[in-house]
C-alpha cells in the first residue's frame, strides 16, 4: 500500500512539531544541561590514577546526549526533507 504525497507530508510535519517541541522544552534543556554538568565534574574530579571508567562512563553519556540532540533535529527538520524528497520524487516522474 503506497501512502499519498499528503500523508507522507502530514506525519512529518507532526513529527517535526514533536521533536522541535522536545528540542525547546524547558525541562528537558535543564535535564541536558544537569547531565552534561554531572559528566563534566565527573570528568574534571576523577582520579588521574584509578578514574579511568568513571572518565570513559561520563565521556560515553555525553557522546549519548549529543546523538540525542542530533537525533531531535534531525527529526525536527524531517518535514522539511520530506517535502524536498517528494518535490524531486514529483519531478522525475513528470520527466519519465
Do not use: W, Y
Not at 26 to 34: H, I, K, S, T, W
Amino acid at each position: 500500500m503506497t501512502r499519498s504525497a499528503d500523508t507522507i507530508l502530514t506525519e512529518a510535519d507532526a513529527a517535526a512539531r514533536q521533536a522541535r517541541a522536545a528540542i525547546d522544552h524547558p525541562g528537558l534543556q535543564r535535564a541536558f544541561a544537569n547531565l552534561e554538568a554531572h559528566c563534566l565534574a565527573e570528568i574534571r574530579h576523577s582520579d588521574p590514577a584509578h578514574g579511568r571508567e568513571e572518565r570513559e562512563a561520563a565521556f560515553l553519556m555525553l557522546r549519548a546526549l549529543d546523538a540525542l540532540r542530533a537525533d531531535l533535529a534531525a527529526a525536527a527538520a524531517g518535514a522539511a526533507i520530506a517535502k524536498r524528497n517528494l518535490r524531486f520524487e514529483v519531478q522525475r516522474k513528470s520527466r519519465s
